[in-house]
């Protein structure tokens, strides 16, 4: 008689411990999602996975919403190439909005509950990410917490290449080609709110009209206008790039003298031909980066300058994010897909509702 209780105890702390370890398993879980292999929109899978943990300078953010941008794309079609078996590179994301839920012992400029809009290097399909408390910003008042995840990839990057590596002026003048991708939508609105004069190029009638009706320029359709005809005589300073292939020595023709050509994408074609008497008869730059790849150190210097520089420019209304949709988190392949086709005008966004 005396060996039951014993057996029936031990059955029941097994079984406790046994509830304790799901509860638990159940509260560090988080749904993201991963890039299951290279290929399509469709390895794109919702899964069950442990939420990040914090260094000391980081803050875990509960998402709100996540930006997608081609280069998730990129990724995703070449994971074996980028990911090298690391189970975080598998989460694609480089930018989120949402609230702080938890700090690191190092931090001290952000706070539980503070609404941030942050860079990240990866994984922000996911309900919770960790990122540098450097690297956040505060979401600007007036856009709306899910409208900033459309905001930090694209002012980073150009603020980076067109305000830094371009050292676009006030006065001087801006051509983004794709002027209604997410860049171009956000990168017209900072050169003309900083006094610049700006041109762009769209691949539809009905992207042009948008670019009118936002009042962003002048712009033309180049399926039907050859850009390097129509601004021939203009005198370019600085021409923001992602397109490459036979744009590279058309741009460098349409330059301004000491004009400088900024590249963030090769979408054409990476391999070009130029003529270097071009360059060197109008002293020329041809540059460019890629943001993902960047150092913390340098990300946190671009955000210090994006807080200082443009953010001010969202508070008086003269920028704010173009949201062309938003999917649902599950629905990644679906945001995917509308990214590949190029039909959108400005961000996509993936939501954690």
Known sequence: MCGLPIVESRTFSQANQITLSLMTSKHDAMKAIHITKSGGPEVLQLQETPKPNLEKTEVLIKVKAAGVNRSDVITRQNINIYGKGSTESLIPGLEVSGEISEIGEHVSD??????????????????????????????????????????????????????????????????????????????????????????????????????????????????????????????????????GGDYTQKNLEILNKKGRLVYINGMKSTDVNVNLRTIMSKNLILTGSFLKPQTAEVKTQIAQEVEKNIWPLFHSKQIHPVIYKTFPLEEAGEAHRLMESSEHIGKILLTMD
């Open 110 to 243: 952000k706070k539980i509950g503070d609404k941030v809009c942050a860079l990240i290097a990866s994984g922000g399909y996911a309900e919770y990410v960790a990122v540098d408390s450097s690297h956040c910003l505060l979401v600007p008042e007036g856009i709306s917490l899910t409208d900033a995840a459309g905001i930090p990839e694209t002012v980073f990057t150009v603020w980076f290449n067109v305000f830094n590596l371009g050292k676009l002026q006030p006065g001087e003048k801006l051509l983004i080609h794709g002027g209604t991708s997410g860049i171009g939508t956000m990168g017209l609105q900072m050169a003309k709110a900083w006094g610049c004069k700006v041109y762009s190029t769209a691949g539809s009638d009905e992207k042009i009209d948008f670019l009118k009706k936002l009042n962003l320029g002048t712009a033309i359709n180049y399926k039907k206008e050859a850009f390097e005809e129509v601004w021939k005589d203009e005198k370019i300073d600085v021409i923001l790039d992602m397109v």
